[in-house]
Structure formats: C-alpha cells, structure tokens
C-alpha cells in the first residue's frame, strides 16, 4: 500500500491550505484513513480521522470547527480541508490507513497505533 500526502505549504494566520492523501496498491474501499502531524520538538498527535463509510469522523479538539476531513472512494483520495490556519497548526501532516472488514466500515480509530500503513508527510507551516 502506497500513501502519498500532498498541498502543505505556507499559509497565513488565518488562511487555508487543503491536504489531499492518495492511496494506491489496495482496495481503498476497505481502509479506515487518519491524518497526523507531528511539530518541530513534539510527539506525533492525531488530527482527524474517517470511517471506511465516510459517515464517521473524528476531529481533535484543537482543530475541530476548522478543518474538515472527507473522502472518495472512487478516486482513493481523503482530503482534509483546513480553514482558519493558526501559527500552532504547523507541522508535518501525514496520513495512515488501517485495513478493515465490513464489520467495521463505520468505525473510527483515533490512535496512530492502529493503522498499518503511513505515507510520507507534507510540510504545513503557518506564519505572518
């Protein structure tokens, strides 16, 4: 499975920016998605997460009414929409992906510690 995460860059306080992971090499249709960012000196922290569904989601109290996470299965892509950028929101995001059976198309999973795949990060740095 290949994740490639993209659409960091700089933004203004304030601003916009939207980060799009693509998935190849699996049935997409069966793979829970989260977004993680990681800051200079900082652990890794969850920021948003989507059920198989696309019904589910979840968002981290420090983003939540700011940035928005969607997906489409028919093009094997999750977007995390992120309006209202604040200097704290800098960081590498990366998306994972966690396989999953029917049973759990509407589950969340809010730790990096269940998803087993991870892509490369894209940088997001806010700032006046």
């Known amino acids: 499975v290949q994740l490639q995460a993209s659409g960091g860059g700089s933004a203004q306080p304030g601003g916009s920016l939207r980060l799009s992971c693509i998935v190849s090499g699996a049935a997409f249709e069966n793979h829970a998605v989260g977004w993680f960012r990681q800051a200079p000196g900082k652990e890794r922290e969850g920021v948003s997460m989507i059920s198989v569904s696309g019904q589910n989601t979840h968002y981290a109290d420090s983003v939540k009414g700011r940035f928005t996470i969607s997906r489409d299965n028919t093009k094997n892509t999750v977007w995390l929409q992120m309006n209202n950028l604040r200097p704290e929101d800098t960081a590498v995001y990366s998306c994972?992906?966690?396989?999953?059976?029917?049973?759990?198309?509407?589950?969340?999973?809010?730790?990096?510690?269940?998803?087993?795949?991870w892509g490369g990060g894209t940088l997001v740095t806010v700032s006046s």
């Open positions: 994972a992906t966690k396989g999953v059976t029917s049973a759990y198309y509407q589950r969340i999973y809010r730790h990096d510690y269940y998803y087993d795949h």
